[in-house]
T-cell receptor, first 117, second 117 residues
Framework: AQTVTQSQPEMSVQEAETVTLSCTYD???????LFWYKQPPSRQMILVIR??????QNATENRFSVNFQKAAKSFSLKISDSQLGDAAMYFC??????????????FGKGTKLSVKP | EAEVAQSPRYKITEKSQAVAFWCDPI?????LYWYRQILGQGPELLVQ????????DSQLPKDRFSAERLKGVDSTLKIQPAELGDSAMYLC???????????????FGPGTRLTVL
């Protein structure tokens, strides 16, 4: 079974600075997707960034980028120029590329990010 | 912008009572998921539907939980009887399914926060 581990329960960053959230995963599959989701307090979960395992190039979305190390099964999220609105729970998630029941997301326990003004 | 709708947003009930949650996915999304998120943890899948059929309910406590999606559109999750340990956020998500069987990005609703007293 696949597992996702986030070893940082809480992180803090100064506004305008850069922070990196860590995530490792375990799988025997070769084709899969990895995601970072953001869950602000009392608000719905939204997708921040996704990475296809077959792509060597790291995904980037504006101030958000990932460092995907497939051999090491590591998938970290870097947030540049942190803003107050980035404060939230961040979840790393895995999903098999297969269809059917493999399509559901497997989440880590999350990292609570605080942004200091 | 289309969103996943859930109701109620909050529910307080006493143990042994019955509760029901409703989810209306984004139009055209054939795949619907119910997740349970215990405070401080990541969401865990309870049940996955493809149209009106259950694809995966292996983590659904079937002695007290039931889920249906009769017309392949909206869905209801029921708990009877509720127990103290059921206190959690119940999230609904939906996604498109391609002709190849691969599922697309999951979009989450705002969730229903259940408190069992």
């Amino acid at each position: 079974a696949q597992t996702v581990t986030q070893s940082q329960p809480e992180m803090s960053v100064q506004e305008a600075e850069t922070v990196t959230l860590s995530c490792t995963y375990d799988t025997s599959e070769s084709d899969y997707y990895l995601f970072w989701y953001k869950q602000p307090p009392s608000r719905q979960m939204i997708l921040v960034i996704r990475q296809e395992a077959y792509k060597q190039q790291n995904a980037t979305e504006n101030r958000f980028s990932v460092n995907f190390q497939k051999a090491a099964k590591s998938f970290s999220l870097k947030i540049s120029d942190s803003q107050l609105g980035d404060a939230a729970m961040y979840f790393c998630a895995y999903r098999s590329a297969l269809g059917g029941s493999q399509g559901n997301l497997i989440f880590g326990k999350g990292t609570k990010l605080s942004v200091k003004p | 912008e289309a969103e996943v709708a859930q109701s109620p947003r909050y529910k307080i009930t006493e143990k042994s009572q019955a509760v029901a949650f409703w989810c209306d996915p984004i139009s055209g999304h054939a795949t619907l998921y119910w997740y349970r998120q215990i405070l401080g943890q990541g969401p865990e899948l309870l049940v996955q539907f493809q149209d009106e059929s259950v694809v995966d309910d292996s983590q659904l406590p079937k002695d007290r939980f039931s889920a249906e999606r009769l017309k392949g559109v909206d869905s209801t999750l029921k708990i009877q009887p509720a127990e103290l340990g059921d206190s959690a956020m119940y999230l609904c998500a939906s996604s498109r399914t391609g002709t190849s069987g691969r599922v697309g990005e999951q979009f989450f609703g705002p969730g229903t926060r259940l408190t069992v007293l």
